[in-house]
Structures are given as C-alpha cells and as structure tokens.
C-alpha cells in the first residue's frame, strides 16, 4: 500500500506579468509578457507567435539571470507572449522575460512593473544591448497611460524624444533588478532636445564651375521640392551637383524630425550617438537594387530606398540603368507619397514623400548632342536606351534640365560662384511663404508643408493665372502635347518660382520658366 503525501507548498503556482511592445510596420504594439512556473523537469517553452531570435532568448536569459547574480529557477517554465495574433521578432523580449522569471522568483517586487514598459536585448553576461525601434516604442508607451520606460542605455536618447514620459537606461539586468529592489537608483535620461534642422552637403555650390541654369533648376526644385532629371555627357557635373543639393534644403521641422527618426529607428540605422535625424536624408542606392529594396518588402515587409528617403531626396544615379521593373514601382509613391506592400499575412503601408533627382546620359556612349566629341551610337541604339524610362514615370518629373559640357575658361576660372548658404536663404524664404500659406488654409494639416504636396482643389485656389498666363498655356499645351498630370505639375512649378521671387500671383515670366523645364522632345 503506497501513501501519498502532498506539500501544498510545492504546488503553488507563480504568474508574472511585464509589459513590453512589438512593431507593426511603423507602430507600436503593447505586448503581455507572461511568466508561469510549474512542477516539472527544469525549462521554458515560449508561445505566442515567437520568431527564431525570439525562441532563442531562452538560453540568453538562462545564462544572463545566473551571470547576474540570481539562480534559476529548476521548475518548468511557460512564457505567453500576448495577443497571440501579433507576429512577434527580435530579441527585445529578453529584458522583460528576464525580469517576468525573477519576478516569479520573488526575487523582485511585481507592483514595481505595472506602469513600465520593457524592452531590450541580453547577453550572456547579463548587460543589455540596443534594440531597433526604441521610438515607436515610447510612443505607444506613452498614449497607452505608462508612466516609464526601460530601454537600453545605448537607445536612452531616442526614447527620451517622447515627451512625459520617464526613460530609464538599463546598462544591465543586475543594475535593474537592484533598481526595483530599492538597492540602486537610476537616474532618468533628459529630454533629447531639438536644436533645429542642419544642412551638410560634401560639395558647396561655390565650388561648381559654370551650369548657372542647372543651379537655378536646383534652387527651384529645393525650394518646392520638386522632382529633377538632369541630361548630359559623362563628366560634365551631374552627379557632383545633386550631392550639392542637401546644402540648399530646407531646414526640418521637429515633425519631419521625428517621422524620419522613426523609420530610420525601425530599420536599425539610427545612429547609438544621434538619437534625432536633423537633417535631410539624402539616399543614393546602386542601380543593381532589387524592387523590395526600392519600395520595401521581405516576408515581413520593411522599409525600402524610398521610405529612407521620406521628407529628403532619393538620387538616381545613370538612371537607365535601372532595371524597368525596379522603375516602374516609382510611379505609385511618386504619386500618393507613400507606399503600400501587400502580403499573405497583412498590408503595411510606409511614408514615401520624397524628392525624386535623377541623372541619366542622352545614349549609350553619353556623347548624344555634344558639341566636341561625336556620338557612335545607331539611331536604334539611341532610341532603345531612351526608352527605358517609360513616358509615365518620365510624366512625374517636373524638372527636365540639361547639363552640357563646361568649357576650360570656367573650369580654370579662380572665382567662387554663389555659395550655398546664400542660395539655402532664399530657399527658406519660399518655403516660410508656402508654410504661412498652407497653414491658413487648414492644408497644413492635411501634410500639405511644399507646393509639390499641392491637391487639384489647392491649385485652383493657389495657381489661378491671368488672362496673359493663359493664353500662353493654352499654346503651350497645343504644342507641347502636354497630359493633365504635366500641366498640374506647371502650375506648382510655377507657383514655387513665384514664390522665390516673393510674389503673391504667377506672373507670365514664372509660367515661362516653368515651361521651360518640360522636355522639349519626347524622350
């Protein structure tokens, strides 16, 4: 006969509960950490949608709670990861499980964790390493009533961008668990302030020898945001003049700032040492990109060339090298400022507002149309390397310019041309004039911050034209077959070219500029 003898005390069962967060496209998702410990052989299983990097936390916490001091706990051990239904990737779970298994170990005071939110990776030894979108993740913190943040100390700076909300930096998990024990006090990172947007650039525009009308084509699409092609033979600047034009842009606003800081935090290219992007983004990828890595995508979709670029300038070096397909994605963005990818699993849709500045030779050897050296390509070659920019995507660019080849007398010239802080001044003029414009119209809210974000219903109330200006464009349309999307796109153009010269209506001399940035043949 066998008698059993229970120990109720055994047999009590431990829940803990930690708040931590995952990433959905941009946003912030608030994640239930649940701990349970039970009688059993000693380990963990982890449920509720985990990736790879997310099973894989058991053996860094495991190894992380001992190096830190604590013993681990020889009872089975079940982590949920709640709502189930949300994918969860990355190892940002570590921290907040660590402290779910102590919790359950009485090792540390539960009430202490319910108004946080947790987040960051472990390693072995028990420090804490960063984890990528810190910045959503405060966000939602904060509209979700938490009072505090536990972050890295590495992404302190970054979550300290959320206003009323405590950050604390967690060098490691034994400085933390000392922290809610009352043994450590940790003090809380300082707001990251906003000194204002900066201008950098490799090259000034005093530099730049001749190409005045390039320049001004610059200035006017800096000044609008406008999309820009320059053509021309190899050498003759183009690539040397779109990396000049960051200096020009606009300073950023501290929105733009932090929608920015916010892609760049979820693609892990933020910068541990620059918590806030001030400036411009300027991307310049390879002609050999793929579509995914132009727009986004992946399994899980993530942010491409074009959402990197978002409020700055996606530069298109040799732009018929470009396969047609990776092109042709452009045309969507271009159009709606933002960019949807669709998968079995969901859609997410990602910002894409940028400024488009492309640069291209006339044929395969470059020397189509150049006045000192002859061009060996046949007519056929020409027109086939021409027309793999297809007509739609080349309907969206407002600014066509050529840039032909600079002579010895501008090269060996002594001079500084114009520098860029003064072209940069003017450009900040039109701009003040376009914000103070959309702002009493209520577009400001709408997104609306430069003429190149104008609606049909802005144009009629901003771009009307005299009766002179109308004439001329009635011609110009006869003439210039030009589409109802092209003759939108003159009307901003212009609209931004009145501006820079501080008037309140498009006079005849704006539309006539404005025309004379459209190609003049159909490439």
Request: proline share 7%; charged share 20%.
């Given at each position: 006969?066998?008698?059993?003898?229970?120990?109720?005390?055994?047999?009590?069962?431990?829940?803990?509960?930690?708040?931590?967060?995952?990433?959905i496209g941009l946003e912030g998702v608030t994640v239930e950490v649940?701990?349970?410990?039970?009688?059993?052989?000693?380990?963990?299983?982890?449920?509720?949608?985990?990736?790879?990097?997310?099973?894989?936390?058991?053996?860094?916490?495991?190894?992380?709670?001992?190096?830190?001091?604590?013993?681990?706990?020889?009872?089975?051990?079940?982590?949920?990861?709640?709502?189930?239904?949300?994918?969860?990737?990355?190892?940002?779970?570590?921290?907040?499980?660590?402290?779910?298994?102590?919790?359950?170990?009485?090792?540390?005071?539960?009430?202490?964790?319910?108004?946080?939110?947790?987040?960051?990776?472990?390693?072995?030894?028990?420090?804490?390493?960063?984890?990528?979108?810190?910045?959503?993740?405060?966000?939602?913190?904060?509209?979700?009533?938490?009072?505090?943040?536990?972050?890295?100390?590495?992404?302190?700076?970054?979550?300290?961008?959320?206003?009323?909300?405590?950050?604390?930096?967690?060098?490691?998990?034994?400085?933390?668990?000392?922290?809610?024990?009352?043994?450590?006090?940790?003090?809380?990172?300082?707001?990251?302030?906003?000194?204002?947007?900066?201008?950098?650039?490799?090259?000034?525009?005093?530099?730049?020898?001749?190409?005045?009308?390039?320049?001004?084509?610059?200035e006017v699409a800096a000044a609008g945001g406008h999309n820009l092609?320059?053509?021309?033979?190899?050498?003759?600047?183009?690539?040397?003049?779109?990396?000049?034009?960051?200096?020009?842009?606009?300073?950023?606003?501290?929105?733009?700032?932090?929608?920015?800081?916010?892609?760049?935090?979820?693609?892990?290219?933020?910068?541990?040492?620059?918590?806030?992007?001030?400036?411009?983004?300027?991307?310049?990828?390879?002609?050999?990109?793929?579509?995914?890595?132009?727009?986004?995508?992946?399994?899980?979709?993530?942010?491409?060339?074009?959402?990197?670029?978002?409020?700055?300038?996606?530069?298109?070096?040799?732009?018929?090298?470009?396969?047609?397909?990776?092109?042709?994605?452009?045309?969507?963005?271009?159009?709606?400022?933002?960019?949807?990818?669709?998968?079995?699993?969901?859609?997410?849709?990602?910002?894409?507002?940028?400024?488009?500045?492309?640069?291209?030779?006339?044929?395969?050897?470059?020397?189509?149309?150049?006045?000192?050296?002859?061009?060996?390509?046949?007519?056929?070659?020409?027109?086939?390397?021409?027309?793999?920019?297809?007509?739609?995507?080349?309907?969206?660019?407002?600014?066509?310019?050529?840039?032909?080849?600079?002579?010895?007398?501008?090269?060996?010239?002594?001079?500084?041309?114009?520098?860029?802080?003064?072209?940069?001044?003017?450009?900040?003029?039109?701009?003040?004039?376009?914000?103070?414009?959309?702002?009493?119209?209520?577009?400001?809210?709408?997104?609306?911050?430069?003429?190149?974000?104008?609606?049909?219903?802005?144009?009629?109330?901003?771009?009307?034209?005299?009766?002179?200006?109308?004439?001329?464009?009635?011609?110009?349309?006869?003439?210039?077959?030009?589409?109802?999307?092209?003759?939108?796109?003159?009307?901003?153009?212009?609209?931004?070219i009145a501006d820079l010269d501080n008037s309140g209506d498009i006079?005849?001399?704006?539309?006539?500029?404005?025309?004379?940035?459209?190609?003049?043949?159909?490439?």
């Amino acid at each position: 006969k066998l008698t059993f003898k229970l120990d109720f005390n055994t047999l009590v069962l431990m829940l803990a509960r930690v708040f931590s967060c995952a990433i959905i496209g941009l946003e912030g998702v608030t994640v239930e950490v649940e701990v349970d410990t039970a009688p059993g052989l000693p380990g963990m299983d982890i449920v509720g949608l985990p990736d790879a990097a997310v099973q894989e936390s058991k053996q860094r916490v495991m190894a992380a709670i001992k190096n830190a001091g604590y013993p681990y706990p020889r009872k089975r051990l079940t982590v949920n990861l709640a709502p189930a239904s949300v994918r969860k990737e990355g190892p940002s779970y570590d921290l907040p499980i660590a402290l779910g298994v102590l919790a359950c170990m009485e090792m540390i005071p539960t009430q202490t964790l319910e108004k946080s939110l947790v987040v960051g990776e472990l390693s072995l030894d028990g420090s804490v390493r960063h984890v990528r979108g810190v910045l959503p993740m405060a966000a939602i913190a904060r509209e979700q009533g938490f009072q505090r943040i536990y972050v890295p100390k590495t992404d302190a700076g970054e979550a300290a961008l959320i206003p009323e909300l405590e950050v604390i930096p967690v060098d490691s998990l034994a400085d933390l668990a000392a922290c809610l024990q009352n043994r450590l006090n940790i003090a809380p990172q300082p707001p990251t302030a906003f000194s204002g947007g900066e201008a950098w650039a490799l090259t000034d525009f005093k530099e730049v020898k001749g190409q005045e009308h390039v320049k001004r084509a610059l200035e006017v699409a800096a000044a609008g945001g406008h999309n820009l092609l320059m053509i021309g033979p190899p050498g003759a600047g183009k690539t040397l003049l779109a990396r000049a034009l960051p200096a020009i842009l606009p300073a950023m606003t501290i929105d733009e700032s932090l929608d920015v800081t916010r892609i760049y935090s979820i693609s892990d290219m933020l910068p541990p040492e620059v918590p806030l992007i001030q400036t411009r983004p300027f991307r310049a990828p390879h002609h050999t990109i793929s579509h995914a890595g132009l727009v986004g995508g992946g399994n899980w979709p993530h942010p491409g060339e074009v959402s990197l670029a978002h409020r700055g300038v996606l530069f298109l070096d040799e732009l018929p090298e470009f396969g047609r397909n990776v092109l042709e994605v452009l045309r969507q963005p271009l159009e709606d400022k933002h960019v949807t990818i669709s998968r079995a699993r969901g859609s997410l849709t990602f910002p894409a507002n940028f400024q488009l500045v492309a640069a291209m030779n006339p044929c395969p050897c470059g020397y189509y149309g150049d006045s000192q050296r002859a061009c060996t390509c046949s007519q056929g070659a020409i027109t086939t390397y021409q027309k793999r920019i297809s007509g739609p995507l080349l309907d969206r660019i407002d600014i066509h310019v050529q840039v032909p080849r600079v002579d010895y007398d501008k090269l060996s010239d002594q001079r500084y041309g114009e520098p860029s802080e003064v072209i940069r001044a003017r450009v900040e003029a039109a701009r003040q004039l376009q914000r103070l414009r959309f702002r009493q119209g209520g577009q400001a809210a709408a997104g609306i911050l430069c003429n190149a974000d104008m609606r049909t219903a802005d144009l009629r109330e901003f771009c009307a034209l005299d009766d002179a200006s109308q004439k001329l464009m009635r011609a110009a349309m006869a003439q210039m077959h030009l589409s109802a999307r092209a003759y939108h796109r003159i009307l901003k153009l212009a609209r931004t070219i009145a501006d820079l010269d501080n008037s309140g209506d498009i006079q005849n001399t704006h539309l006539a500029e404005a025309l004379q940035y459209r190609p003049q043949v159909i490439i």
